[in-house]
């Protein structure tokens, strides 16, 4: 059974950077026909795919995003990562770390989210 | 302003049926895969229907999806109590401002 676990720091000053690392277990994150993506919450809102990244290193960007968002994969560790530059308070959300199929049927493994404010 | 777009809320009594839909176009919707997931307060969606239709294993038959054209619909019948939540529907976009799209979610009660 395939686990996802996000991580990283809970609280970001406005201007920084956020990191986050999703990390899986119970399965191969090289495993082929697979995405592994981002997708935001906002306190009380609806969900915002931020972007998807391939083993191989190939991404998908959601362009309303895409200039200030790094994605990465790490094989040997099973990981990958999310690089949000220049946050302000409208990035305040839960994220999740989920995986999508190469033929886009759906997200069916999610992480259970990290809450990430930006505040001073 | 979400790209899909569902009614903010539906209701109905235990045991009885809803449905509830979701609008899209024809970058999403009409020429890709629909899914919808379940949201309870404080925890991660949960995959309910993949590929229009398709149900993941433990997810009981109350539970159904459809599609035509540039619309969606999740069924649930038998309503329960514990079905109370929030359901999103979500398909890929091909715009070139697309990736992966969501409803702004359909808040279920039962009354």
């Known amino acids: 059974q395939v686990q996802v676990q996000e991580s990283g720091p809970g609280l970001v000053k406005p201007s920084e950077t956020l990191s986050l690392t999703c990390t899986v277990s119970?399965?191969?994150?090289?495993?082929?026909?697979?995405?592994w993506g981002w997708i935001r919450q906002p306190p009380g809102k609806g969900l915002e795919w931020i972007g998807s990244?391939?083993?191989?290193?190939?991404?998908y960007n959601n362009p309303s995003l895409k200039s200030r968002v790094t994605l990465s994969v790490d094989t040997s560790k099973n990981q990958v990562s999310l690089r949000l530059s220049s946050v302000t308070a409208a990035d305040t959300a839960v994220f999740y770390c989920a995986r999508h199929s190469t033929w886009f049927g759906s997200n069916d493994y999610w992480g259970q989210g990290i809450l990430v404010t930006v505040s001073s | 302003q979400s790209v899909l777009t569902q009614p903010p809320s539906v209701s109905a009594a235990p045991g009885q049926k809803v449905t509830i839909s979701c609008s899209g176009s024809?970058?999403?919707?009409?020429?890709?895969?629909v899914s919808w997931y379940q949201q309870f307060p404080g925890t991660a969606p949960k995959l309910l229907i993949h590929e229009n239709t398709k149900r993941p294993s433990g997810i009981p038959d109350r539970f159904s999806g459809s599609k035509s054209g540039t619309s969606a619909t999740l069924g649930i019948t038998g309503l329960q109590t514990g079905d109370e939540a929030v359901y999103y529907c979500?398909?890929?976009?091909?715009?070139?401002?697309?990736?992966?799209?969501f409803g702004g979610g359909t808040k279920l009660t039962v009354l």
């Open positions: 119970g399965g191969s994150i090289s495993r082929s026909s697979y995405y």
């Open positions: 024809s970058s999403n919707i009409a020429n890709n895969f």
């Open positions: 979500g398909a890929w976009d091909n715009s070139l401002s697309g990736g992966w799209v």
């Open positions: 990244i391939y083993y191989s290193g190939t991404t």
